[in-house]
């Protein structure tokens, strides 16, 4: 029995678009943090078959079945049971995906002692889920050309800011991400210049972590946030994750921000809003933000660490 635990990252410079090329490999440069309360687990072991289970209940996964395949190319790898489950809810905008084949790939290279170093099982974890491919490193992450494999540019105690989610609605998205994706690609009169415009967004938020300028980094992370709804919601048909809590949810973090509170919103493909924040105004945020109409809960996150084996 293998037993691996990889942490979700939240993109601060988004990707939405992939290459028609193979590899899974993204169409803009991306850069995200780790976080670190949350977390996926995932334990493998020997089995007479492929089996997939999902927060206790067995399940067919088509995307974790095409990795399996893809490894079988390249490696010998026999049957095996896969136990996957995240405290965290799965498939809703919170990186379920990223952290899953972070999580998967690292107790995989354990199980079948592939051999893979950490450049290599974020190439791997990329081919399921191009954002897992930063969830192999702690911190700060880029994810690149020309080889996209995740680049770790800073540790977490380079800045160790503070991530309050906001979970407006706990169920499953109907349209997954890789889907809207594609149907932006093809559809959006905003792609193009969404991919023109990604490189100089990158080039800011990277400077802005290095010299840990918050206003800098509010400003590009916010703007590349809704820049990348502005494709999903130009897309035809039109692509809209959020909720009128989400919307209330950026409201209350604009207002937090005019009283001096050192915060902006980053939302991913889903309903949920990331309030990124100085340590010392985290306990505000989440107070305003569970106040907010329609928010479940808030859970506060710190940066955290690379994918790692979990010693039994």
């Avoid at 990223?98 to 450049?119: E, K, P, R, T, V």
């Avoid at 206003?215 to 909720?243: D, F, G, Q, R």
């Avoid at 010392?280 to 996150?301: E, F």
Wanted: aromatic share 8%; charged share 20%; with cysteine.
């Amino acid at each position: 029995m293998t037993h691996a635990r990889a942490h979700p990252n939240i993109a601060l410079v988004k990707y939405w678009g992939k290459q028609t090329k193979p590899g899974n490999l993204p169409a803009t440069p991306n850069l995200s943090i780790t976080l670190d309360s949350l977390a996926t687990d995932t334990v493998v072991t020997a089995h007479h078959q492929d089996e997939v289970w999902l927060n206790q209940e067995q399940v067919t996964d088509q995307k974790i079945l095409r990795f399996l395949a893809e490894l079988r190319c390249e490696f010998e790898l026999a049957p095996i049971r896969i136990e996957t489950s995240n405290n965290f809810p799965t498939g809703a905008g919170l990186a379920s995906s990223a952290s899953g084949f972070a999580a998967l790939i690292c107790a995989i290279n354990q199980h079948a002692d592939l051999g893979l170093d950490a450049d290599l099982m974020s190439d791997w974890a990329r081919r399921g889920s191009a954002s897992a491919a930063r969830s192999l490193f702690g911190g700060y992450v880029a994810l690149v050309p020309p080889l996209w494999r995740a680049q770790p540019i800073a540790p977490a105690s380079h800045w160790p800011l503070k991530a309050v989610v906001a979970i407006t609605n706990e169920t499953r998205k109907s349209i997954s991400s890789s889907e809207g994706m594609e149907r932006s690609r093809l559809t959006s009169d905003f792609y193009t210049p969404w991919l023109r415009g990604s490189g100089d967004d990158f080039a800011a938020a990277f400077d802005a972590i290095n010299n840990k300028d918050f206003s800098a980094l509010a400003e590009i992370a916010e703007l590349s946030c809704l820049k990348m709804h502005s494709v999903m919601l130009t897309s035809l048909p039109t692509l809209s994750y959020w909720n009128p809590a989400t919307l209330a949810c950026m409201d209350a973090v604009r207002n937090l921000r005019k009283q001096g509170t050192a915060v902006f919103f980053t939302i991913d493909a889903g309903p949920q809003v990331k309030a990124v924040c100085e340590p010392q105004d985290a306990n505000r945020v989440s107070d305003v933000l569970t106040q907010v109409p329609g928010v479940i809960r808030t859970l506060t996150c710190g940066l955290g660490n690379a994918a790692h084996i979990v010693e039994p």
